[in-house]
């Protein structure tokens, strides 16, 4: 590292991030002890956002403005200025978060004499007037403050303990692992912490050293309106507990930690107000279900599948349970219900029909067909000519397209639904040119 050059880079993306960008980006420049660059990528803001940016910029040559041509969102934004860094430490924040004096420093000196990935600390929860709602995560005190390889990963499973603002990183480390899969625009921070902790060592600051900021056009409250959350998570997880450089623990566990955050996100979509899926497609009772498929012997999840029914005014399911599902249109939707199906079936389906409106058999089964012939056990009954309500009776379960309108039809008559083909955020295809992954010619050996 050349003398001019800065120490740590400081990544801020932002869209219309006006309100609080000020106060934000003065914390930053406040932070004495550690030689720094701030990068800020403009997502597209119509606000004040450039101009606010830019007058920094004049007055200090630390600060570096871009606006990107597409909207990289947090994740992708923060791949590019990992790659365009030119200082051996990263630090990560948001326009409307608030360093507290020291917080680069303590982590960079942490860092130093340990060869952890990253360092974290305990943040104080505050509100848009400032006003101090608490402080998360709760426990670092007990927490070592270095734990090597792969220790830390239970503190990170299956719920996130390092807050994205809190982390200064290694970009080496961050370069050999290919920084943050920017597809999980949710918990794309989560996925790259477990990551880095199953192969590096991981530092924790249990003093509040960062300020998270709570307030109604934050990206957590707009989150909740979507339920972005219920496919990223169950995401994320399985290709977490699919990772070779996992502990043996966790891969093992892999069917027990994907219940548990099906339990999570569970309990996200209740508290979001999500009982059904008639809006985003996702529904409480459905994450339950996705539980019970991943531990079907759980009497205690199945406990909980019944109660989330009932506050979704919806009918519990029989044991032995039916199932009606709707035909595919693809032979990968194809494939998808057939999974689905040997999974209900191990949780406790008796009957399964696959019903469809067409009344030809031969062109339904040129579509299913093919999907069944790996499933020679799965008996499964084929109605053409027919409509789902007219076999579906209380305690049965609808298995259809994930957001169809045929779900959403048979939920209005009372009838739980469960999708198949449900979107899976990392079968997207990796796009350089939102920066989704860090091009493999910047990852280290």
């Given at each position: 590292?050349q ?7 400081v ?20 932070q004495k002890g550690?030689?720094l660059?701030l ?11 450039a101009a ?11 600060v570096?403005y ?6 990289l969102?947090?994740y992708?934004s923060?791949?590019?200025g990992?790659?365009e ?9 948001t ?7 020291g917080?680069?420093?303590r ?8 060869d ?19 402080q998360?995560?709760?426990?670092l ?6 734990l ?18 809190s ?6 480390a961050?370069?050999?692992?290919g920084?943050?899969d920017?597809?999980l625009t949710f918990?794309g921070?989560?996925h ?6 199953a ?7 249990a003093?509040p050293l960062?300020r ?18 219920a496919s990223?998570?169950?995401a ?8 070779a ?5 966790v891969r093992?566990a ?7 955050v ?12 999500h ?17 019970l498929l ?10 909980v599948?019944?109660?989330?029914l ?9 044991r032995p349970?039916?199932?009606?599902a ?5 032979s990968e939707?194809?494939v998808s219900l057939v999974?689905?199906?040997?999974a209900l ?8 029909a696959?019903?469809?409106?067409n009344e030809?058999?031969?062109?339904v089964l040129?579509?299913?067909?093919p ?12 109605l ?6 007219a076999v579906?009776t209380?305690g049965?379960?609808?298995?259809t397209?994930?957001?169809?309108d045929?779900g ?7 009838y739980?639904v469960?999708?198949?083909a449900?979107?899976d955020?990392l ?7 939102r920066?989704h ?7 280290a050996?």
């Open positions: 590292m003398d001019n050059e800065p120490q740590l880079t990544i801020l993306p932002v869209k219309n991030g006006e309100r609080y960008l000020g106060s934000s980006i003065d914390s930053i420049l406040a550690v030689s660059e990068a800020v990528y403009d997502n597209g803001s119509t606000d004040e956002t606010i940016v830019t007058a920094y910029a004049a007055r200090d040559r630390r570096r871009t606006r990107n041509e597409h909207d969102h947090v992708g923060m791949n590019r990992i790659a860094s030119r200082a051996p430490w990263v630090a990560f924040f326009d409307d978060d608030v360093m507290e004096p917080n680069l420093a982590k960079v000196d942490a860092l130093a004499t340990t952890a990935a990253f360092a974290h600390s305990t943040c104080t929860l505050i509100d848009d007037a400032d006003n101090v709602l608490g998360w995560p709760l426990g005190a007990e927490v070592p403050r270095y090597p390889a792969g220790a830390f990963v239970p503190r990170l499973l299956p719920d996130n303990e390092a807050s994205l603002p982390v200064v990183a290694r970009r080496a961050l370069l050999a692992v920084g943050f920017a597809r918990c921070d989560w790259l912490w477990v990551r880095l902790a192969r590096y060592g991981v530092v924790s600051l003093e960062v998270l900021r709570f307030h109604a056009s934050s990206g957590t409250s707009d989150s909740r309106r979507t339920a972005v959350y990223q998570l169950p994320a997880i399985r290709s977490i507990t699919r990772d450089a996992m502990p043996d623990a093992e892999a069917a027990r930690l994907e219940a548990r099906a339990l999570s996100v569970r309990a996200r979509l209740l508290t979001d107000g009982r059904r899926a008639a809006v985003t497609g996702h529904s409480g009772y459905a994450a339950a279900i996705s539980a991943h531990c079907p012997e759980s009497e205690e999840v199945r406990d599948v019944r109660i989330t009932s506050d979704a005014d919806l009918p519990g399911l029989a349970f039916t199932v009606i709707t035909t595919p249109t693809t939707e194809a999974e689905t199906l040997q079936k191990r949780a406790g389906a008796g009957r399964i696959v019903v469809s409106e030809d058999a031969n062109v040129e579509t299913i067909g999907a069944f012939e790996p499933a020679p056990d799965l008996d499964c009954d084929l053409c000519g027919t409509r789902p309500e579906l209380p049965s379960l609808l298995l397209r994930f957001g169809s045929e959403r039809r048979i939920e209005d008559l009372g739980p469960y999708p198949y449900a979107p955020p079968d997207q295809p990796i796009d350089p040119a920066w992954r860090l091009p493999a010619t910047e990852r050996a």
